[in-house]
């Protein structure tokens, strides 16, 4: 079972917009991640929000959690057709010790130039 | 420096054969995690790895999946009796240190099909 929930599952935009994406989660977690899947290749780890943050910053991205909400933000700005990928969010449980990461169905961006 | 590989990156299975696709994650990675991806889905986690011990298996969906990591470095995980349900792409990811706030590097995958 999948735990994060994305929004919107696809997004389509012009080269040099914002885009953001929304993931809502259910359970009480450490940290929240987010990963980048290009078309036939792996999981690209993009940027890890703690617990205990409420935004983070790195290059074109901006990442803000709300514990109290369950929910986290992803925004691109100044998109680029590079860009387009599908974006999953990725949350670790609070409790239990388990290593694991639960991911949501992703969000599709298509950027077209 | 090498990232975590994969292989085969592909393969086809008739149904009821047995696989094993192999992960060799960046030297030195404690922790090791097997997940499954279905088409148009976010990942699964299978099992975790910290060295050569499987702490947790929970993930796998049946007793025809095992996996194994003997000398704490290079990972198996082996299907038996494959059925069609068990297309999808296979993702090996490792982590330097033990814990979740460690970030996860990711292979490609292997994309199994069954027919």
């Known amino acids: 079972s999948q735990q994060g929930e994305e929004d919107p599952q696809a997004l389509s935009i012009q080269e040099g917009e914002n885009a953001t994406m929304n993931c809502s989660y259910k359970t009480s977690i450490n940290n929240l991640q987010w990963y980048r899947q290009n078309s036939g290749r792996g999981l690209v780890h993009l940027i890890l929000?703690?617990?205990?943050?409420r935004e983070k910053h790195s290059g074109r991205l901006r990442v803000t959690l709300d514990t109290s909400k369950k929910s986290s933000s992803l925004l691109i700005t100044a998109s680029r057709a590079a860009d387009t990928a599908s974006y999953f969010c990725?949350?670790?449980?609070?409790?239990?010790?388990?290593?694991?990461?639960?991911f949501g169905k992703g969000t599709k961006l298509t950027v077209n130039p | 420096g090498a990232g975590v590989s994969q292989s085969p990156r592909y393969k086809v299975a008739k149904r009821g054969q047995d696989v094993a696709l192999r992960c060799d994650p960046i030297s030195g990675h404690v922790s090791l995690f097997w997940y499954q991806q279905a088409l148009g889905q976010g990942p699964e986690f299978l099992t975790y790895f910290q060295n050569e011990a499987q702490l947790d298996k929970s993930g796998l969906p049946s007793d025809r999946f095992f996996a194994e990591r003997p000398e704490g470095s290079v990972s198996t995980l082996k299907i038996q009796r494959t059925q069609q349900e068990d297309s999808a792409v296979y993702l090996c990811?490792?982590?330097?240190?033990?814990?979740?706030?460690?970030?996860?590097?990711f292979g490609p995958g292997t994309r199994l099909t069954v027919t």
């Open positions: 929000i703690r617990s205990n943050e």
């Open positions: 990811a490792s982590s330097l240190f033990r814990g979740v706030r460690y970030e996860q590097y």
């Open positions: 990725a949350t670790d449980a609070e409790q239990g010790g388990s290593e694991k990461l639960v």
